[in-house]
Protein backbone atom coordinates (compact mmCIF):
# COMPACT_ATOMS: atom_id res chain seq x y z
CA UNK A 1 0.00 0.00 0.00
CA UNK A 2 3.17 2.21 -0.05
CA UNK A 3 2.26 3.09 -3.77
CA UNK A 4 0.03 6.82 -4.13
CA UNK A 5 -2.65 7.15 -6.36
CA UNK A 6 -3.95 9.57 -8.33
CA UNK A 7 -7.09 10.20 -10.88
CA UNK A 8 -7.96 11.97 -13.98
CA UNK A 9 -11.63 11.81 -14.86
CA UNK A 10 -13.50 11.28 -11.94
CA UNK A 11 -17.30 11.14 -12.95
CA UNK A 12 -19.27 8.64 -11.19
CA UNK A 13 -17.01 5.58 -12.33
CA UNK A 14 -13.85 7.82 -11.81
CA UNK A 15 -15.03 8.93 -8.31
CA UNK A 16 -16.38 5.09 -7.32
CA UNK A 17 -13.06 3.70 -8.06
CA UNK A 18 -11.30 6.43 -5.76
CA UNK A 19 -13.63 5.70 -3.28
CA UNK A 20 -13.17 1.97 -3.08
CA UNK A 21 -9.67 2.32 -3.19
CA UNK A 22 -9.42 4.74 -0.88
CA UNK A 23 -11.72 2.51 1.57
CA UNK A 24 -9.45 -0.27 0.74
CA UNK A 25 -6.28 2.12 2.20
CA UNK A 26 -5.03 3.26 -0.58
CA UNK A 27 -3.76 6.99 -0.46
CA UNK A 28 -5.30 8.86 -3.18
CA UNK A 29 -2.65 11.87 -2.98
CA UNK A 30 -4.18 13.75 -6.05
CA UNK A 31 -7.58 14.16 -7.96
CA UNK A 32 -7.82 15.97 -11.52
CA UNK A 33 -10.79 16.66 -13.42
CA UNK A 34 -11.58 19.08 -16.42
CA UNK A 35 -14.47 20.14 -13.93
CA UNK A 36 -12.38 21.08 -11.35
CA UNK A 37 -15.60 21.71 -8.67
CA UNK A 38 -15.87 17.65 -9.35
CA UNK A 39 -12.22 17.12 -8.45
CA UNK A 40 -13.10 19.75 -5.20
CA UNK A 41 -15.90 17.80 -3.86
CA UNK A 42 -14.27 14.61 -3.86
CA UNK A 43 -10.59 15.25 -2.60
CA UNK A 44 -12.43 16.86 0.10
CA UNK A 45 -14.43 13.72 0.79
CA UNK A 46 -11.51 11.09 0.52
CA UNK A 47 -8.83 13.57 2.46
CA UNK A 48 -7.10 14.03 -0.94
CA UNK A 49 -6.05 17.23 -2.93
CA UNK A 50 -7.04 18.43 -6.08
CA UNK A 51 -4.90 19.35 -8.53
CA UNK A 52 -5.22 22.47 -10.73
CA UNK A 53 -2.91 20.75 -12.97
CA UNK A 54 -2.78 17.32 -14.63
CA UNK A 55 1.24 17.82 -14.48
CA UNK A 56 0.63 18.40 -10.89
CA UNK A 57 -1.43 15.00 -10.72
CA UNK A 58 2.19 12.76 -12.42
CA UNK A 59 4.42 14.67 -9.50
CA UNK A 60 1.99 13.67 -7.03
CA UNK A 61 1.54 9.67 -7.63
CA UNK A 62 3.06 6.65 -8.11
CA UNK A 63 -0.01 5.24 -10.21
CA UNK A 64 -2.21 7.21 -12.24
CA UNK A 65 -5.55 6.22 -13.02
CA UNK A 66 -7.36 7.79 -16.24
CA UNK A 67 -10.94 7.86 -16.42
CA UNK A 68 -11.76 10.41 -19.42
CA UNK A 69 -14.47 10.10 -21.66
CA UNK A 70 -13.22 9.71 -25.64
CA UNK A 71 -10.00 9.72 -27.57
CA UNK A 72 -9.72 13.23 -27.97
CA UNK A 73 -9.92 13.78 -23.98
CA UNK A 74 -7.12 10.93 -24.00
CA UNK A 75 -4.79 12.69 -26.19
CA UNK A 76 -5.38 16.04 -24.47
CA UNK A 77 -4.56 14.60 -21.03
CA UNK A 78 -1.30 12.89 -22.60
CA UNK A 79 -0.73 16.17 -24.78
CA UNK A 80 3.35 16.54 -26.23
CA UNK A 81 3.21 19.87 -25.26
CA UNK A 82 1.24 22.37 -22.74
CA UNK A 83 0.36 20.57 -19.05
CA UNK A 84 0.09 17.19 -19.63
CA UNK A 85 0.24 13.99 -17.09
CA UNK A 86 3.36 13.17 -19.26
CA UNK A 87 5.82 16.15 -17.69
CA UNK A 88 8.25 14.31 -15.57
CA UNK A 89 6.38 10.95 -15.76
CA UNK A 90 9.27 8.53 -15.73
CA UNK A 91 8.91 5.73 -13.18
CA UNK A 92 5.22 6.50 -13.33
CA UNK A 93 2.38 3.84 -14.45
CA UNK A 94 -0.85 5.21 -15.98
CA UNK A 95 -3.94 2.84 -15.98
CA UNK A 96 -6.20 3.66 -18.41
CA UNK A 97 -9.99 2.67 -17.94
CA UNK A 98 -11.55 4.52 -20.56
CA UNK A 99 -13.25 3.17 -23.66
CA UNK A 100 -10.96 4.08 -26.33
CA UNK A 101 -10.28 2.95 -29.74
CA UNK A 102 -6.90 0.64 -29.58
CA UNK A 103 -4.10 3.33 -31.82
CA UNK A 104 -4.73 6.21 -28.95
CA UNK A 105 -4.09 3.19 -26.29
CA UNK A 106 -1.02 2.67 -28.40
CA UNK A 107 -0.01 6.33 -28.73
CA UNK A 108 -0.14 7.00 -25.11
CA UNK A 109 1.84 4.18 -24.52
CA UNK A 110 4.40 5.04 -27.14
CA UNK A 111 4.81 8.59 -25.69
CA UNK A 112 4.47 7.20 -22.10
CA UNK A 113 7.60 4.85 -22.40
CA UNK A 114 9.64 6.82 -24.39
CA UNK A 115 9.73 9.30 -21.45
CA UNK A 116 10.42 6.31 -18.95
CA UNK A 117 7.41 5.74 -17.86
CA UNK A 118 4.19 2.58 -18.28
CA UNK A 119 1.08 2.27 -19.30
CA UNK A 120 -1.94 -0.53 -19.08
CA UNK A 121 -5.02 -0.87 -20.29
CA UNK A 122 -7.65 -1.70 -17.78
CA UNK A 123 -11.34 -1.62 -19.65
CA UNK A 124 -14.16 -1.82 -17.69
CA UNK A 125 -17.07 -4.32 -18.46
CA UNK A 126 -19.57 -2.92 -15.45
CA UNK A 127 -20.84 0.41 -14.19
CA UNK A 128 -20.93 2.28 -11.40
CA UNK A 129 -21.90 -0.17 -8.90
CA UNK A 130 -19.37 -2.56 -9.50
CA UNK A 131 -16.87 0.55 -9.34
CA UNK A 132 -17.87 1.51 -5.96
CA UNK A 133 -18.08 -2.45 -4.04
CA UNK A 134 -15.09 -3.71 -6.03
CA UNK A 135 -16.78 -6.44 -8.49
CA UNK A 136 -15.77 -4.55 -11.93
CA UNK A 137 -15.43 -6.90 -14.57
CA UNK A 138 -11.86 -5.86 -15.88
CA UNK A 139 -10.09 -6.68 -19.16
CA UNK A 140 -5.92 -5.71 -18.75
CA UNK A 141 -3.67 -5.37 -21.65
CA UNK A 142 -0.19 -3.96 -21.06
CA UNK A 143 3.46 -5.71 -20.17
CA UNK A 144 2.95 -8.44 -18.20
CA UNK A 145 5.27 -6.81 -16.00
CA UNK A 146 3.72 -4.11 -15.74
CA UNK A 147 0.50 -5.83 -14.72
CA UNK A 148 2.25 -7.20 -12.04
CA UNK A 149 3.17 -4.27 -10.14
CA UNK A 150 0.02 -2.40 -9.96
CA UNK A 151 -2.12 -5.95 -9.75
CA UNK A 152 -2.81 -5.79 -6.08
CA UNK A 153 -4.83 -2.35 -6.80
CA UNK A 154 -6.63 -3.59 -9.75
CA UNK A 155 -7.74 -6.65 -7.09
CA UNK A 156 -9.66 -4.40 -5.38
CA UNK A 157 -11.26 -2.80 -8.19
CA UNK A 158 -12.23 -5.91 -9.47
CA UNK A 159 -13.51 -9.68 -8.88
CA UNK A 160 -13.10 -10.63 -12.67
CA UNK A 161 -10.23 -9.67 -13.82
CA UNK A 162 -8.66 -11.22 -17.70
CA UNK A 163 -5.32 -10.67 -19.20
CA UNK A 164 -6.38 -10.18 -22.55
CA UNK A 165 -2.93 -9.69 -24.25
CA UNK A 166 -0.60 -6.10 -25.30
CA UNK A 167 -1.35 -2.96 -25.23
CA UNK A 168 -4.24 -2.05 -27.95
CA UNK A 169 -5.91 -5.66 -27.27
CA UNK A 170 -8.04 -4.72 -24.09
CA UNK A 171 -9.79 -2.06 -25.98
CA UNK A 172 -10.66 -4.36 -29.29
CA UNK A 173 -12.44 -6.64 -26.71
CA UNK A 174 -14.32 -3.52 -25.09
CA UNK A 175 -15.53 -2.21 -28.35
CA UNK A 176 -16.45 -6.25 -29.17
CA UNK A 177 -18.05 -6.19 -25.79
CA UNK A 178 -20.04 -2.59 -26.34
CA UNK A 179 -20.79 -3.04 -29.61
CA UNK A 180 -22.60 -6.61 -29.45
CA UNK A 181 -24.09 -5.60 -26.27
CA UNK A 182 -25.37 -1.96 -28.08
CA UNK A 183 -27.29 -4.31 -30.80
CA UNK A 184 -28.61 -6.80 -28.22
CA UNK A 185 -30.40 -3.65 -26.50
CA UNK A 186 -31.51 -2.12 -29.70
CA UNK A 187 -33.08 -5.53 -30.67
CA UNK A 188 -34.81 -5.77 -27.10
CA UNK A 189 -35.99 -2.14 -27.49
CA UNK A 190 -37.68 -3.13 -30.72
CA UNK A 191 -38.80 -6.51 -29.79
CA UNK A 192 -40.79 -4.80 -26.32
CA UNK A 193 -42.07 -2.11 -28.37
CA UNK A 194 -43.56 -4.00 -31.28
CA UNK A 195 -44.91 -5.92 -27.65
CA UNK A 196 -46.44 -3.19 -26.54
CA UNK A 197 -48.18 -2.01 -29.97
CA UNK A 198 -49.54 -5.08 -30.31
CA UNK A 199 -51.30 -5.19 -26.87
CA UNK A 200 -49.36 -7.68 -25.02
CA UNK A 201 -48.32 -7.65 -21.39
CA UNK A 202 -44.62 -6.32 -21.62
CA UNK A 203 -44.02 -8.30 -18.18
CA UNK A 204 -45.36 -11.62 -19.39
CA UNK A 205 -42.97 -10.65 -23.00
CA UNK A 206 -40.05 -10.45 -20.34
CA UNK A 207 -40.39 -13.74 -18.92
CA UNK A 208 -41.23 -15.58 -21.78
CA UNK A 209 -38.05 -13.86 -23.52
CA UNK A 210 -36.22 -15.18 -20.21
CA UNK A 211 -37.01 -18.69 -21.04
CA UNK A 212 -36.08 -18.59 -24.74
CA UNK A 213 -33.30 -18.07 -27.55
CA UNK A 214 -34.49 -14.29 -27.10
CA UNK A 215 -32.89 -14.35 -23.47
CA UNK A 216 -29.65 -11.85 -22.95
CA UNK A 217 -28.13 -10.07 -20.18
CA UNK A 218 -29.45 -6.41 -21.53
CA UNK A 219 -33.12 -8.30 -20.91
CA UNK A 220 -32.38 -8.57 -17.19
CA UNK A 221 -30.59 -5.24 -16.78
CA UNK A 222 -32.84 -3.26 -19.20
CA UNK A 223 -35.62 -4.94 -20.02
CA UNK A 224 -38.24 -3.30 -17.02
CA UNK A 225 -36.65 0.06 -17.46
CA UNK A 226 -37.68 0.12 -20.90
CA UNK A 227 -41.08 -1.00 -19.75
CA UNK A 228 -41.50 1.02 -17.26
CA UNK A 229 -39.65 4.36 -19.15
CA UNK A 230 -37.00 4.59 -15.75
CA UNK A 231 -33.89 5.45 -18.27
CA UNK A 232 -31.78 6.67 -14.96
CA UNK A 233 -28.27 6.80 -16.38
CA UNK A 234 -25.76 3.71 -15.97
CA UNK A 235 -24.29 3.58 -19.38
CA UNK A 236 -25.35 6.55 -21.40
CA UNK A 237 -26.98 6.52 -25.28
CA UNK A 238 -23.80 8.86 -26.14
CA UNK A 239 -21.22 6.55 -25.39
CA UNK A 240 -23.58 3.51 -26.60
CA UNK A 241 -23.07 5.64 -29.88
CA UNK A 242 -19.34 6.41 -29.48
CA UNK A 243 -18.98 2.68 -28.52
CA UNK A 244 -20.29 1.31 -31.56
CA UNK A 245 -18.57 3.71 -33.61
CA UNK A 246 -14.67 2.40 -32.16
CA UNK A 247 -16.08 -1.08 -32.84
CA UNK A 248 -16.98 0.37 -36.56
CA UNK A 249 -14.24 2.42 -37.61
CA UNK A 250 -12.10 -0.99 -36.68
CA UNK A 251 -14.52 -2.59 -38.73
CA UNK A 252 -14.14 -0.11 -42.14
CA UNK A 253 -10.43 -0.48 -41.57
CA UNK A 254 -10.45 -4.10 -42.08
CA UNK A 255 -13.36 -3.90 -44.98
CA UNK A 256 -16.05 -5.95 -42.94
CA UNK A 257 -19.39 -4.54 -43.17
CA UNK A 258 -21.48 -5.22 -39.96
CA UNK A 259 -24.99 -3.78 -41.09
CA UNK A 260 -26.64 -4.46 -37.25
CA UNK A 261 -23.71 -2.39 -35.84
CA UNK A 262 -24.48 0.17 -38.36
CA UNK A 263 -28.30 0.12 -37.83
CA UNK A 264 -28.16 0.55 -34.34
CA UNK A 265 -25.21 3.16 -33.95
CA UNK A 266 -27.77 5.11 -35.87
CA UNK A 267 -30.72 4.49 -33.25
CA UNK A 268 -28.22 6.13 -30.40
CA UNK A 269 -27.21 8.86 -32.50
CA UNK A 270 -30.52 9.15 -33.26
CA UNK A 271 -31.04 9.59 -29.41
CA UNK A 272 -28.43 11.99 -29.24
CA UNK A 273 -29.74 14.61 -31.89
CA UNK A 274 -33.25 13.95 -30.19
CA UNK A 275 -31.70 15.43 -27.11
CA UNK A 276 -31.55 11.69 -25.41
CA UNK A 277 -28.00 11.46 -25.33
CA UNK A 278 -27.70 11.32 -21.41
CA UNK A 279 -30.23 8.83 -20.80
CA UNK A 280 -29.38 5.42 -19.93
CA UNK A 281 -29.12 3.18 -22.77
CA UNK A 282 -32.46 1.73 -22.20
CA UNK A 283 -33.72 4.85 -23.49
CA UNK A 284 -33.63 3.48 -27.15
CA UNK A 285 -37.21 2.42 -26.18
CA UNK A 286 -38.16 5.91 -26.61
CA UNK A 287 -37.63 5.51 -30.17
CA UNK A 288 -39.46 1.84 -30.75
CA UNK A 289 -42.57 2.61 -28.35
CA UNK A 290 -45.15 4.83 -30.26
CA UNK A 291 -46.10 7.86 -28.66
CA UNK A 292 -43.31 8.41 -26.62
CA UNK A 293 -40.79 10.41 -28.44
CA UNK B 1 -54.83 -41.97 -23.16
CA UNK B 2 -58.29 -42.53 -24.84
CA UNK B 3 -57.71 -39.71 -27.24
CA UNK B 4 -55.91 -40.63 -30.74
CA UNK B 5 -53.80 -38.03 -32.32
CA UNK B 6 -52.83 -37.53 -36.06
CA UNK B 7 -50.02 -35.88 -37.23
CA UNK B 8 -49.74 -33.36 -40.55
CA UNK B 9 -46.42 -31.97 -41.36
CA UNK B 10 -43.54 -34.64 -39.89
CA UNK B 11 -40.61 -32.61 -40.60
CA UNK B 12 -37.67 -32.95 -38.02
CA UNK B 13 -40.39 -31.05 -35.16
CA UNK B 14 -43.17 -32.66 -36.46
CA UNK B 15 -41.88 -36.38 -36.23
CA UNK B 16 -39.84 -36.09 -33.07
CA UNK B 17 -43.23 -34.87 -31.54
CA UNK B 18 -45.02 -38.19 -32.73
CA UNK B 19 -41.96 -40.31 -31.54
CA UNK B 20 -42.34 -38.30 -28.00
CA UNK B 21 -46.31 -38.74 -27.75
CA UNK B 22 -45.79 -42.75 -29.38
CA UNK B 23 -43.31 -43.20 -25.98
CA UNK B 24 -45.36 -42.03 -23.78
CA UNK B 25 -48.02 -44.58 -24.80
CA UNK B 26 -50.51 -42.14 -27.32
CA UNK B 27 -52.26 -43.87 -30.65
CA UNK B 28 -50.79 -42.23 -33.27
CA UNK B 29 -53.26 -43.51 -35.24
CA UNK B 30 -52.92 -40.90 -38.85
CA UNK B 31 -49.68 -39.27 -40.44
CA UNK B 32 -49.64 -37.47 -43.62
CA UNK B 33 -47.39 -35.22 -44.89
CA UNK B 34 -46.50 -33.72 -48.34
CA UNK B 35 -43.22 -35.75 -48.99
CA UNK B 36 -44.98 -39.06 -48.68
CA UNK B 37 -42.10 -41.00 -48.07
CA UNK B 38 -41.26 -39.31 -44.97
CA UNK B 39 -44.97 -39.99 -43.47
CA UNK B 40 -44.81 -43.70 -44.95
CA UNK B 41 -41.27 -43.91 -42.67
CA UNK B 42 -42.46 -42.82 -39.73
CA UNK B 43 -45.45 -44.29 -39.86
CA UNK B 44 -43.36 -47.92 -40.06
CA UNK B 45 -41.28 -46.70 -37.36
CA UNK B 46 -44.56 -45.78 -34.78
CA UNK B 47 -46.89 -48.60 -36.41
CA UNK B 48 -49.03 -46.14 -37.31
CA UNK B 49 -50.24 -45.09 -40.92
CA UNK B 50 -49.73 -42.60 -43.21
CA UNK B 51 -52.83 -41.10 -44.64
CA UNK B 52 -52.73 -40.13 -48.17
CA UNK B 53 -55.30 -37.65 -47.72
CA UNK B 54 -55.82 -34.23 -45.22
CA UNK B 55 -59.41 -35.92 -44.37
CA UNK B 56 -58.07 -39.07 -43.83
CA UNK B 57 -56.53 -38.07 -40.96
CA UNK B 58 -58.90 -36.23 -39.94
CA UNK B 59 -61.17 -39.43 -40.01
CA UNK B 60 -58.43 -41.50 -37.93
CA UNK B 61 -57.73 -39.26 -34.87
CA UNK B 62 -59.32 -36.73 -32.68
CA UNK B 63 -56.37 -34.10 -31.98
CA UNK B 64 -54.50 -33.37 -35.02
CA UNK B 65 -51.48 -31.70 -34.69
CA UNK B 66 -49.78 -29.73 -37.53
CA UNK B 67 -46.16 -28.26 -37.88
CA UNK B 68 -46.47 -26.96 -41.17
CA UNK B 69 -43.76 -24.76 -42.88
CA UNK B 70 -45.75 -21.39 -42.80
CA UNK B 71 -48.58 -19.55 -43.44
CA UNK B 72 -49.63 -21.13 -47.50
CA UNK B 73 -48.80 -24.32 -46.18
CA UNK B 74 -51.32 -23.76 -43.35
CA UNK B 75 -54.12 -22.10 -45.56
CA UNK B 76 -53.38 -25.68 -47.40
CA UNK B 77 -54.27 -28.16 -45.10
CA UNK B 78 -56.98 -26.02 -44.15
CA UNK B 79 -58.63 -25.55 -47.64
CA UNK B 80 -62.40 -24.54 -47.86
CA UNK B 81 -62.35 -26.92 -51.11
CA UNK B 82 -60.29 -30.26 -52.12
CA UNK B 83 -58.87 -32.27 -49.85
CA UNK B 84 -58.65 -30.40 -46.33
CA UNK B 85 -58.12 -31.21 -42.93
CA UNK B 86 -61.82 -29.62 -42.46
CA UNK B 87 -63.47 -32.39 -43.89
CA UNK B 88 -66.51 -33.76 -41.27
CA UNK B 89 -63.60 -32.48 -38.81
CA UNK B 90 -66.90 -31.75 -36.18
CA UNK B 91 -65.63 -32.81 -32.82
CA UNK B 92 -62.19 -32.31 -33.86
CA UNK B 93 -59.36 -30.66 -32.12
CA UNK B 94 -56.44 -28.57 -34.14
CA UNK B 95 -53.26 -27.82 -32.17
CA UNK B 96 -50.81 -26.07 -34.71
CA UNK B 97 -47.46 -25.36 -33.94
CA UNK B 98 -46.11 -23.81 -36.67
CA UNK B 99 -44.85 -20.26 -36.60
CA UNK B 100 -47.03 -18.56 -38.79
CA UNK B 101 -48.78 -14.88 -38.70
CA UNK B 102 -51.73 -14.17 -35.99
CA UNK B 103 -54.25 -13.32 -38.76
CA UNK B 104 -53.71 -17.32 -40.18
CA UNK B 105 -54.07 -18.81 -37.01
CA UNK B 106 -57.31 -16.49 -36.82
CA UNK B 107 -58.69 -17.70 -40.30
CA UNK B 108 -58.03 -21.18 -39.65
CA UNK B 109 -59.98 -21.21 -36.31
CA UNK B 110 -62.73 -19.29 -37.84
CA UNK B 111 -63.71 -22.01 -40.16
CA UNK B 112 -62.90 -24.57 -37.56
CA UNK B 113 -65.38 -23.35 -35.45
CA UNK B 114 -67.88 -22.66 -38.38
CA UNK B 115 -68.00 -26.86 -38.84
CA UNK B 116 -67.82 -27.54 -35.00
CA UNK B 117 -63.85 -27.97 -34.45
CA UNK B 118 -61.59 -26.72 -31.83
CA UNK B 119 -58.52 -25.08 -33.06
CA UNK B 120 -55.33 -24.53 -30.32
CA UNK B 121 -51.85 -22.77 -31.23
CA UNK B 122 -49.05 -24.44 -29.53
CA UNK B 123 -46.09 -22.06 -30.64
CA UNK B 124 -42.41 -23.94 -29.86
CA UNK B 125 -39.50 -21.70 -28.72
CA UNK B 126 -36.99 -24.78 -28.57
CA UNK B 127 -35.86 -27.28 -30.77
CA UNK B 128 -36.07 -31.22 -32.57
CA UNK B 129 -34.03 -32.11 -28.93
CA UNK B 130 -36.41 -30.78 -26.67
CA UNK B 131 -39.41 -31.89 -29.12
CA UNK B 132 -37.85 -35.44 -28.46
CA UNK B 133 -37.77 -35.56 -24.64
CA UNK B 134 -40.86 -33.35 -23.77
CA UNK B 135 -38.74 -30.43 -22.42
CA UNK B 136 -40.39 -28.06 -25.42
CA UNK B 137 -40.93 -24.59 -24.09
CA UNK B 138 -44.36 -23.75 -25.62
CA UNK B 139 -46.49 -21.13 -25.34
CA UNK B 140 -50.25 -21.67 -25.85
CA UNK B 141 -53.28 -19.75 -26.90
CA UNK B 142 -57.29 -20.24 -27.84
CA UNK B 143 -59.73 -20.82 -25.51
CA UNK B 144 -59.21 -22.23 -21.96
CA UNK B 145 -62.04 -25.02 -22.41
CA UNK B 146 -59.68 -26.41 -25.53
CA UNK B 147 -56.50 -26.19 -24.11
CA UNK B 148 -57.76 -28.49 -20.78
CA UNK B 149 -59.22 -30.65 -23.01
CA UNK B 150 -55.92 -30.97 -24.67
CA UNK B 151 -53.54 -30.07 -21.48
CA UNK B 152 -52.31 -33.92 -20.65
CA UNK B 153 -51.09 -33.98 -24.27
CA UNK B 154 -49.31 -31.06 -24.08
CA UNK B 155 -47.77 -31.90 -20.77
CA UNK B 156 -45.99 -35.16 -22.31
CA UNK B 157 -44.35 -32.31 -25.23
CA UNK B 158 -43.55 -29.27 -22.74
CA UNK B 159 -41.67 -29.36 -19.50
CA UNK B 160 -42.49 -25.65 -19.87
CA UNK B 161 -45.88 -24.18 -20.56
CA UNK B 162 -47.56 -20.70 -20.79
CA UNK B 163 -51.36 -20.00 -21.27
CA UNK B 164 -50.76 -16.18 -23.70
CA UNK B 165 -54.24 -15.63 -23.93
CA UNK B 166 -56.70 -15.74 -27.13
CA UNK B 167 -56.39 -17.34 -30.46
CA UNK B 168 -53.46 -15.25 -32.33
CA UNK B 169 -51.86 -14.10 -29.42
CA UNK B 170 -49.00 -17.30 -28.80
CA UNK B 171 -48.23 -16.17 -32.63
CA UNK B 172 -47.12 -12.31 -31.74
CA UNK B 173 -45.43 -13.68 -29.05
CA UNK B 174 -43.57 -16.44 -31.07
CA UNK B 175 -43.27 -13.66 -33.49
CA UNK B 176 -41.29 -11.17 -30.97
CA UNK B 177 -39.51 -14.19 -29.42
CA UNK B 178 -37.70 -15.01 -33.09
CA UNK B 179 -37.20 -11.55 -34.24
CA UNK B 180 -34.80 -10.61 -30.77
CA UNK B 181 -33.25 -13.87 -31.26
CA UNK B 182 -32.11 -13.07 -34.72
CA UNK B 183 -31.15 -9.80 -33.83
CA UNK B 184 -28.75 -11.27 -31.04
CA UNK B 185 -27.89 -13.98 -33.19
CA UNK B 186 -27.13 -11.25 -36.45
CA UNK B 187 -25.58 -9.27 -33.72
CA UNK B 188 -22.94 -11.90 -32.14
CA UNK B 189 -22.06 -13.16 -35.75
CA UNK B 190 -20.64 -9.69 -36.36
CA UNK B 191 -19.23 -9.22 -33.09
CA UNK B 192 -16.91 -12.79 -33.62
CA UNK B 193 -16.35 -11.77 -37.23
CA UNK B 194 -15.02 -8.63 -36.41
CA UNK B 195 -12.81 -10.61 -33.48
CA UNK B 196 -11.66 -12.59 -36.23
CA UNK B 197 -10.89 -10.12 -38.23
CA UNK B 198 -8.91 -8.50 -36.03
CA UNK B 199 -6.61 -11.41 -35.05
CA UNK B 200 -8.49 -12.05 -31.43
CA UNK B 201 -8.78 -15.39 -29.73
CA UNK B 202 -12.24 -16.15 -30.50
CA UNK B 203 -12.34 -18.76 -27.28
CA UNK B 204 -11.20 -15.43 -25.15
CA UNK B 205 -13.58 -13.44 -26.76
CA UNK B 206 -17.09 -16.09 -26.53
CA UNK B 207 -15.41 -16.38 -22.30
CA UNK B 208 -15.39 -12.37 -21.64
CA UNK B 209 -18.93 -12.08 -24.22
CA UNK B 210 -19.98 -14.53 -21.28
CA UNK B 211 -19.30 -12.58 -18.24
CA UNK B 212 -20.48 -9.04 -19.98
CA UNK B 213 -23.21 -7.23 -21.39
CA UNK B 214 -22.66 -8.45 -24.51
CA UNK B 215 -24.10 -12.44 -22.87
CA UNK B 216 -27.00 -13.84 -24.20
CA UNK B 217 -28.38 -16.90 -25.06
CA UNK B 218 -27.35 -17.40 -28.72
CA UNK B 219 -24.37 -16.88 -27.23
CA UNK B 220 -24.50 -20.19 -25.66
CA UNK B 221 -26.42 -22.04 -28.10
CA UNK B 222 -24.57 -20.85 -31.48
CA UNK B 223 -21.32 -18.79 -30.37
CA UNK B 224 -19.24 -21.83 -30.95
CA UNK B 225 -21.14 -23.13 -33.69
CA UNK B 226 -20.24 -19.81 -35.52
CA UNK B 227 -16.52 -20.39 -34.74
CA UNK B 228 -15.99 -23.90 -35.60
CA UNK B 229 -18.07 -22.99 -38.70
CA UNK B 230 -20.66 -26.35 -36.99
CA UNK B 231 -23.80 -25.37 -39.19
CA UNK B 232 -25.58 -28.10 -39.00
CA UNK B 233 -29.44 -27.08 -38.73
CA UNK B 234 -31.45 -26.79 -35.94
CA UNK B 235 -33.24 -23.65 -36.93
CA UNK B 236 -32.57 -22.90 -40.75
CA UNK B 237 -31.75 -19.37 -41.56
CA UNK B 238 -34.59 -19.66 -44.21
CA UNK B 239 -36.91 -19.88 -41.09
CA UNK B 240 -35.09 -17.23 -39.09
CA UNK B 241 -35.82 -14.59 -42.21
CA UNK B 242 -40.04 -16.07 -42.46
CA UNK B 243 -40.33 -15.21 -38.86
CA UNK B 244 -38.55 -11.93 -38.79
CA UNK B 245 -40.50 -11.29 -41.35
CA UNK B 246 -43.92 -11.85 -39.82
CA UNK B 247 -42.91 -9.55 -36.94
CA UNK B 248 -41.83 -6.82 -39.22
CA UNK B 249 -45.22 -7.69 -41.16
CA UNK B 250 -47.06 -6.75 -37.99
CA UNK B 251 -44.66 -3.75 -37.05
CA UNK B 252 -45.52 -2.00 -40.54
CA UNK B 253 -49.24 -3.03 -40.05
CA UNK B 254 -49.00 -0.85 -36.56
CA UNK B 255 -46.60 2.07 -38.40
CA UNK B 256 -43.43 0.88 -36.41
CA UNK B 257 -39.96 1.34 -38.17
CA UNK B 258 -37.69 -1.77 -36.43
CA UNK B 259 -34.08 -0.70 -38.25
CA UNK B 260 -32.51 -3.77 -36.33
CA UNK B 261 -35.17 -6.44 -37.54
CA UNK B 262 -35.04 -5.13 -40.69
CA UNK B 263 -31.40 -5.43 -41.23
CA UNK B 264 -31.56 -8.98 -39.83
CA UNK B 265 -34.25 -10.03 -42.09
CA UNK B 266 -31.97 -9.24 -45.00
CA UNK B 267 -29.02 -10.80 -43.73
CA UNK B 268 -31.13 -13.96 -43.86
CA UNK B 269 -32.70 -13.04 -46.96
CA UNK B 270 -28.74 -12.53 -48.15
CA UNK B 271 -27.86 -16.54 -46.89
CA UNK B 272 -31.44 -17.70 -48.56
CA UNK B 273 -30.27 -15.75 -51.95
CA UNK B 274 -26.82 -17.30 -51.47
CA UNK B 275 -28.00 -20.65 -51.30
CA UNK B 276 -26.51 -21.00 -47.05
CA UNK B 277 -30.89 -20.84 -46.54
CA UNK B 278 -30.81 -24.64 -45.63
CA UNK B 279 -27.92 -23.72 -42.65
CA UNK B 280 -29.04 -23.21 -39.37
CA UNK B 281 -29.22 -19.80 -38.56
CA UNK B 282 -25.41 -20.01 -36.65
CA UNK B 283 -24.50 -19.97 -40.20
CA UNK B 284 -25.07 -15.63 -40.47
CA UNK B 285 -21.80 -16.07 -39.33
CA UNK B 286 -20.42 -17.14 -43.04
CA UNK B 287 -21.79 -13.22 -43.73
CA UNK B 288 -19.78 -11.62 -41.19
CA UNK B 289 -16.43 -13.68 -40.95
CA UNK B 290 -13.75 -13.01 -43.69
CA UNK B 291 -12.42 -14.79 -46.64
CA UNK B 292 -15.72 -17.44 -45.55
CA UNK B 293 -18.62 -16.89 -47.89
Known amino acids: MSQ ?26 AIYDINSASAETLAQELGSAASETLAGVTAAADIIITVVTDDAAMRGIFAASGDSLLIDAKGRTFINCATLSPATHLAVEAAAVALGAHTLEGCMASSITQALDGSLYLMVAGRPDVFESVRPILEKLSNQMRYVGPSGEAAKVKALVNMVMNINTAGLAEGLGLADALGLDLTMVREIFSQTGAASRVLVTDGEDMQNRDHACFFSAAHAAKDSGIALQLASQLGLDLPLATA ?9 KAGLGELDKSGIAELTFRGRS
Open 264 to 272: TRAQFERMV
Open 4 to 29: TIGFVGVGRMGANMARRLHDCGYRIT
